[in-house]
């Protein structure tokens, strides 16, 4: 039992019933941090009786409370606040200095949360509450028939909602047969080059490009193509000229990863040009096109695509949190078949519980809501920390460059800086700043000097002005220790 007592004076003349009254009590006291996580409240008859009412209106109060995610009942264990920590006041935390200052690997996401750090949205800014409440009643209402083996290509619930929202929002048409759920983006792309990739494969490869893609396709028995990245995004022309029968491309043409460029028209038209020419296949990673800054998200790679050469890859981690290990693919009418027939081999790892409730999500508009409120977010932010990185910087030293939107910020460094040693000092700081010549897929191609110097950084978790002023000065200290 927690030591808060929920004994209080209620008000028969209050404009709100003794059951909202009670109910607002509780919810206070939980968003207060006062009754946390796991607590037990009172029973129903021992609150009714402390508080001198009748007990249907403390069941009443209890259970508007467990239909929104506040309280859930153990049966004979009593009723406890189920409601997230994230919730509540939080908790007081004892930092280690070293822990603080553990390198992480560039080349890997980190599993915890450090400022600067890639691939995360604004956790901040995810509407927890509605998200309990929504995974709350599929607890709920789970059915027997929910315990069995999950389907392996997906839930047809959240098969189907995200065929409709990609329709209103990226401005193409598919069947939900066509769309198949994964654990992620590496889930992804194992399902893909488990069904079509023969070893030796060639692959064009963004350079500087996501070295998680790079390195997957390596391991996978694939030969790797550094392709130039330039204003227009991929360098189709140059990689048709030394690479014409390649097997697959891999593009970001949204927001490149990681410099933010969009791929321009004429190199999409050529790109879809190619692979209709060479039956290869292209793969759209579309992983945060929604996060335009300025007017709608530009039409994806894939509604231009009249030939079914494009695999289209979307995820959940960025948009709404990264817990969720669930992304999608939407593959051509002519690879449903043979995409399904690997699958018993590589299962959907995202749990039915989730893809049910990421599907209420969107159903219900909270998923469009929030993608608006981000927009306009994240602009917010950046501005933030490029603000503060110009008034810290000269432009001779350190250049931010122009971006149209996505969820990190990518800067140019002076030639006699080293981005790595910059990084990884960085990184010994508690700063998960990364190195743009770590995105590099070759250092050297054909004699010319590929390799990039700068440094990326995520903002959307800069909730303001004075916070992107004081990371940034940490930034500058390691630059100065760096020279």
Request: hydrophobic residues 40%.
């Amino acid at each position: 039992m927690s030591r808060f007592s929920l004994a209080f004076p209620l008000d028969p003349r209050h404009k709100q019933p003794l059951y909202r009254q009670i109910y607002q009590r509780v919810k206070q006291a939980i968003m207060a941090g006062q009754l946390r996580h796991g607590s037990r409240v009172p029973s129903v008859r021992a609150l009714a009786s402390e508080l001198g009412v009748a007990r249907a209106t403390v069941e009443n109060a209890y259970s508007l409370l467990m239909a929104e995610g506040f309280l859930q009942s153990r049966g004979q264990a009593g009723t406890v606040v189920s409601a997230p920590e994230s919730l509540s006041a939080p908790a007081p935390k004892v930092i280690r200095k070293d822990a603080a200052r553990k390198p992480i690997n560039p080349m890997l996401p980190s599993v915890s949360s450090l400022p600067f750090q890639l691939g995360l949205p604004a956790l901040d800014a995810f509407p927890r509450a509605i998200w309990s409440r929504i995974v709350s009643r599929q607890i709920r209402h789970t059915s027997m028939n929910d315990l069995g083996h999950p389907p392996l290509t997906g839930t047809d619930v959240l098969r189907h909602a995200v065929a409709r929202y990609l329709q209103l929002s990226r401005g193409f048409t598919c069947r939900p047969e066509q769309i198949f759920i994964c654990g992620g983006y590496a889930p992804l792309l194992d399902l893909i080059t488990g069904s079509l990739l023969q070893p030796g494969d060639g692959v064009w490869l963004e350079d500087p490009g996501y070295p998680v893609t790079q390195a997957f396709f390596r391991a996978a028995g694939a030969t790797p193509m550094a392709v130039n990245v330039d204003d227009e995004g991929m360098n189709v022309p140059q990689a048709v000229k030394h690479f014409p029968h390649a097997r697959f491309a891999v593009v970001t043409p949204a927001h490149q990863s990681p410099t933010g460029v969009t791929m321009s028209l004429s190199r999409r038209l050529a790109l879809l040009d190619w692979a209709a020419n060479q039956q290869a296949w292209v793969i759209e990673d579309d992983y945060d096109s929604e996060f335009r800054y300025h007017g709608q998200p530009l039409p994806s790679l894939k509604s231009l695509d009249t030939q079914g050469r494009v695999i289209y890859a979307g995820t959940f981690s960025k948009v709404m949190f990264p817990a969720l290990r669930c992304g999608y693919m939407v593959v051509p009418e002519s690879l449903v078949e043979k995409i399904e027939a690997y699958c018993p081999l590589r299962i959907c790892g995202t749990p039915p519980l989730v893809q049910s409730s990421i599907a209420d999500f969107i159903e219900q508009g909270y998923f469009y809501r929030h993608l608006k409120r981000m927009r306009q977010l994240y602009a917010e932010r950046r501005g933030y920390l490029e603000q503060a990185l110009t008034a810290a910087f000269p432009a001779q030293i350190l250049r931010v460059s122009q971006q149209i939107g996505g969820i990190q910020l990518c800067t140019t460094l002076n030639a006699v800086l080293d981005d790595a040693l910059i990084a990884k000092n960085a990184r010994e700081q508690g700063l998960a700043v990364q190195a743009l010549s770590d995105w590099q897929v070759e250092r050297r191609v054909r004699g010319e000097a590929l390799r990039p110097n700068g440094l990326l950084m995520g903002f959307v978790n800069i909730s303001s002005q004075q916070q992107a002023d004081g990371l940034v000065q940490r930034l500058a200290v390691v630059f100065e220790n760096s020279r």
